[in-house]
């Protein structure tokens, strides 16, 4: 992650093993073998990058555009679009007293589904929102499994938060606003998600809507070799999803990395064909403030979302990165990074011709 802070959370989408889990920044376990000094527990405790926290299951953030493959599942499901449904963008829609924009501010022009998730339109979303509805965007999300802890057995893992009218009136007591649904289309408002569950995303959507529990241990054994405990997959669910439905969403995600109108051309990766969305999660209303990122505090600064899977025709390898208050944006920040993992994880040379080596594929 180099001198990033975040979470890197890689999943084998047929089985749900987790393949890699990093968490930054970490802390040296060796201290609490010897003794940790009081001075050293004080350091870690007050430490306001909070080192102890595993960020990758337990840090919760607002995913972004990463949102809008749910978005997107939902709205072709629903009918509310087909994949030849034209929506135009602007730059920005107008609502209730304010303008929602896009984040091109010149707009995209005419946008199909397909369309809007390589490019990554808001308007496109912010419609599309409108037409779903609060309820109905909760219910799929919670299809994907967020909203609630994967189930992974590590400890106090967060379940993020999917809102919808019954939980903003049980939360605050008051009733759900129309407006509030545009900012849930493009995964802001309300909406968090761990790095976990946004893995398991892309893996259900690699995997034909399968839905695994994430799981890290294989199997327990003795000092001999016996083994006392097998881990097997567990599925939880399935989306339930047309064949049709995720077709279009993986040759979209497809798009986003390897064409050049696509928003995630830095996860691109030689002789293997990724599919991925990027993301930018504001932290706060920061309005023209955003153009400003690199004047800020660290705790104003946008978070970088990249969610990916590979191979897209058959699926072995998924990926959530997200890069902590980077500032910048998801297809610049995280998904050079998620580059790096599933090039490592196909073997891919890392080098100017990106020749794939002639050694057997890595595994972790």
């Known amino acids: 992650m180099g001198d990033h802070e ?34 050293e527990w004080r350091a870690l405790l007050q430490d306001r990058k909070h080192p102890l926290n595993s960020k990758a299951v337990q840090g919760t953030y607002p995913p972004g555009s990463t949102f809008k493959v749910v978005m997107a599942a939902a709205a072709l499901e629903e009918g509310v679009v087909n994949p030849f449904t034209q929506i135009f963008c602007g730059g920005g829609i107008f609502f209730g007293n304010r303008t929602f924009r896009c984040w091109r501010p010149s707009g995209h022009g005419n946008m199909n589904v397909h369309e809007a998730l390589v490019r990554s339109c808001d308007v496109f979303f912010y419609q599309v929102g409108q037409r779903l509805g609060v309820d109905t965007i909760a219910d799929y999300a919670h299809r994907f499994g967020l909203g609630a802890p994967t189930g992974i057995t590590l400890e106090h893992e967060s379940g993020g938060i999917i809102p919808s009218s019954q939980w903003k009136q049980q939360r605050f007591g008051e009733p759900w606003y129309a407006g509030e649904t545009l900012s849930v289309a493009i995964g802001q408002g309300y909406v968090t998600a761990t790095p976990l569950q946004m893995a398991n995303v892309m893996a259900a959507i690699a995997n034909d809507g399968t839905v695994y529990r994430p799981q890290f241990v294989k199997r327990v054994e003795t000092t001999d070799g016996q083994s006392i405990v097998e881990e097997q997959p567990v599925v939880t669910t399935n989306l339930g999803f047309k064949k049709t439905t995720l077709l279009q969403i993986r040759q979209a995600l497809s798009d986003v990395v390897n064409s050049n109108r696509g928003t995630g051309a830095k996860a691109r990766v030689h002789g293997i064909e990724v599919g991925g969305k990027t993301g930018t999660s504001q932290v706060g209303k920061l309005g023209a403030e955003r153009t400003k990122q690199g004047h800020m505090a660290r705790e104003r600064k946008d978070h970088a979302w990249f969610i990916a899977f590979a191979p897209v025709s058959s699926p072995e390898i998924a990926v ?25 994880y196909f073997g891919v040379a890392d080098d100017d011709d990106a020749t794939i080596r002639q050694t057997a594929r890595l595994s972790f």
Do not use: Y
Request: net charge neutral; no cysteine; aromatic share 4%.
């Open 320 to 344: 959530a990165v997200l890069a902590e208050h980077a500032g910048e944006h998801g297809g610049t920040a995280a998904a050079p990074i998620a580059q790096q993992v599933i090039a490592h």
């Open 6 to 39: 975040g979470a890197i959370v890689a999943l084998d989408p047929r089985t749900g093993d987790v393949l890699a889990m990093v968490s930054r920044p970490a802390f040296d376990p060796n201290v609490f073998a010897r003794g940790i000094r009081k001075s």
